[in-house]
């Protein structure tokens, strides 16, 4: 796991953009779950294409792009794990190859990462998905949201429109191809399934089920970068999945999470699926809680 602090510790919860400086080293990560993703991926890509791999035409430059920083990036990053041999990368670690050619660009790009890769090209009303490799979707479909600005992409989220939009977009419009930046998304889930295209589970959280175990804490660590070649900009999301009793030990990490949830406005509350799992989580958070206040009242 990183070591990146957790999310939600600051508050008051409030939507905003969150972005903050990228080390060039620290793009793209390779954690515990590598090789359990990347078996997933290459499943999916072989059995769902259609659903995790898309690309509309004018996006082969930055596809092709990308593919290329990441033949620099991995064996300079990684030597241990990435090395070239003529048209294939070799994983190192566990003897994955994964052959230079015979596929799209973006798609073998997608089978070196962990990462889902979605590259954003300018259009007459700002960014567009233009292409993407996108097996681990937080509840949205890649074929929804193909050819779609940043306004369209993200017409569920609450507020997002007024109160985000127009700043996104002029930071999309102004992103210097040498100031990379990363954010993290964070969510509760009912699985730790990876892939989820659907919606969110309209099913109530079965209060008879243990939270810790039951319930998950899901991040999306994301980057963006100018890609200075073909001027596109990359997206990329790095998903990790862990239950929330392993998550979540801490007591302050217990209230901070609760706070964050009893802040939200009542709408992302119900974007983020806090309606149907509400209840039993915040008593099992507010019980983990209330262990610092045991410990820290003397007697
Ligand atoms: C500065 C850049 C960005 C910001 C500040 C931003 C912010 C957000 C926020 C706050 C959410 C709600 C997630 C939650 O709290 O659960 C969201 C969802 C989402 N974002 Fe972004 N985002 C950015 C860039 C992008 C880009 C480049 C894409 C391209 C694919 C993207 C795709 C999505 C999608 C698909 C969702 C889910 C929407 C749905 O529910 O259908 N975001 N984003």
Not at 120 to 143: I, N, Q, T
Not at 164 to 176: I, K, N, Q, W, Y
Not at 178 to 187: A, G, K, M, T
Request: with cysteine; glycine share 8%; aromatic share 6%.
């Amino acid at each position: 796991m990183s070591d990146d602090p957790l999310p939600f510790l600051d508050g008051p919860w409030r939507l905003s953009m969150g972005l903050r400086r990228l080390e060039p080293d620290d793009w793209l990560r390779v954690d515990d779950a590598h090789d359990a993703q990347m078996r997933l991926r290459d499943r999916l890509l072989a059995e769902r294409r259609a659903e995790v791999a898309a690309a509309l035409p004018g996006s082969e430059a930055g596809c092709a792009e990308t593919l290329a920083l990441l033949l620099e990036f991995l064996p300079e990053r990684f030597p241990e794990r990435w090395t070239r041999d003529g048209q294939v990368m070799v994983d190192r670690r566990n003897g994955r190859r994964v052959a230079l050619d015979g596929e799209p660009p973006l798609v073998i790009a997608g089978r070196l990462v962990q990462e889902d890769l979605c590259l954003m090209r300018k259009g007459p009303d700002g960014y567009e998905l233009s292409a993407a490799v996108l097996c681990f979707p937080s509840h949205w479909r890649l074929a929804e949201k193909l050819g779609r600005p940043m306004a369209g992409i993200h017409a569920p989220v609450p507020a997002f429109g007024e109160r985000l939009g127009p700043t996104v977009d002029r930071f999309m419009a102004g992103l210097d191809a040498d100031r990379p930046v990363w954010r993290v998304n964070w969510s509760i889930t009912e699985t730790d399934e990876l892939f989820l295209p659907g919606d969110r589970a309209q099913r109530a959280f079965d209060p008879a089920e243990p939270v810790g175990s039951g319930l998950f804490l899901r991040l999306e660590r994301q980057t963006l970068r100018r890609l200075p070649q073909s001027g596109d900009i990359l997206f990329t999301i790095h998903t990790s999945v862990r239950p929330l009793g392993d998550a979540i030990v801490r007591p302050d990490h217990a209230a901070a999470l609760a706070a964050r949830i009893r802040e939200m406005p009542e709408r992302m509350s119900r974007y983020k699926g806090f309606h149907l799992m509400g209840m039993p989580l915040l008593a099992w958070l507010d019980r983990l809680a209330a262990a610092q206040v045991r410990v820290a009242a003397p007697g």
